[in-house]
């Protein structure tokens, strides 16, 4: 196993350890991370609240469902993420819910951007630390596969988009980012993510 994969292992949580961390930080009016600020946490207490949400609301498709069990490896997903990014907020609960239909064959560990530089520093997304970064590895070998993020597709097309026209981001770019994974439901997360799943355990055979 590599030794940066070794190492985030060993530095990573359980989607319920990840949540109850962010839960216990902002009793602490605190955020994951290196950087604190009032706009960080605040960040966090929204997307905690996102993310309960998920938790009741998204669901998994029959055929998406079927899709995952019929994997014929096991694989382990890293996820980089912090507690303020939005759009971790919104995958995360979509990515727990998919792994609890793969019938074992997915066993997440997620691992904090700030606390892992090296290895956030591979999976790099245009040269920035885009997060979240969903990394999937081989079980048995312990070796990199494949990677997907920080956003789907039509929410990073909303993105690029916005910043071709205005210039950069700001509270309305974000409204209109939260609005598309509201409508999307977490469909277009699931499908790119199976679809890479898929195309893996073929060549992995």
């Known amino acids: 196993m590599k030794k940066w994969i070794a190492k985030a292992l060993f530095n990573s ?5 990840y949540r109850k961390l962010i839960t216990d930080l902002l009793k602490e009016e605190k955020s994951t991370g290196n950087e604190q600020s009032t706009a960080l946490t605040n960040y966090s207490l929204l997307n905690e609240t996102r993310m309960n ?13 079927q899709a995952l069990k019929s994997l014929r490896h096991e694989y382990i997903w890293i996820v980089i ?10 995958v995360l609960p979509v990515f727990d819910k998919m792994v609890a239909e793969s019938d074992g064959k997915i066993d997440m560990k997620i691992v ?5 530089e090296e290895l956030m520093n ?28 920080p956003r789907p597709k039509g ?4 993105i690029g988009n ?12 974000k409204t209109d980012l939260q609005l598309w994974y509201f409508h999307d439901k977490g469909l277009t997360t699931q499908s790119e993510v199976i679809d ?5 355990d073929k060549e992995e055979e």
């Open 13 to 17: 949580h359980s989607y319920f350890e």
């Open 53 to 65: 949400c998920l938790e009741k609301t998204s669901k998994i498709p029959q055929e998406n469902a």
């Open 81 to 90: 993420s912090e507690g303020w990014c939005g759009d971790a907020a919104q």
């Open 112 to 116: 904090l951007r700030d606390e892992n």
């Open 122 to 149: 591979l999976f790099l997304t245009n040269k920035d630390k885009s997060i979240p970064k969903l990394i999937v590895i081989n079980k048995q070998t312990g070796g990199a596969l494949a990677h997907w993020g």
């Open 155 to 158: 929410a990073a097309d909303l």
């Open 162 to 173: 916005y910043k071709k026209a205005h210039g950069a981001l700001d509270e309305t770019a």
């Open 196 to 200: 890479m799943m898929l195309d893996l």
